[in-house]
């Protein structure tokens, strides 16, 4: 595991209290709820020709969660360029 740029042989002091939930997105993020209800996000990228993951740095969010899922939303990016459109 590649964490913040850095190999790793075991998770940050964030998530050691263990992962509960860990959810990837087409975003380029991972939603993680963690075994004490925490819940956090970080940006992630494969690299599928040296087979490794790169975690970014996580970021807590308000709140808790025993569960996380992160769903698609149809047609964002549509809205994402029509609000572009707008404020352009």
Do not use: F, H
């Not at 997105?25 to 819940?39: F, H, Q, R, W, Y």
């Not at 970014?56 to 572009?84: C, F, N």
């Amino acid at each position: 595991l590649i964490w913040c740029g850095t190999a790793v042989s075991e998770l940050p002091p964030a998530l050691r209290g263990g992962i509960r939930a860990l959810d990837p997105c087409e975003d380029g993020t991972i939603l993680v709820a963690t075994n004490d209800n925490g819940i956090q996000t970080a940006p992630y990228t494969v690299d599928l020709a040296r087979a490794s993951t790169r975690v970014g740095q996580a970021t807590r969010l308000a709140g808790e969660a025993r569960y996380v899922q992160k769903i698609a939303m149809p047609g964002w990016r549509l809205y994402d360029s029509v609000s572009q459109t707008l404020t352009a």
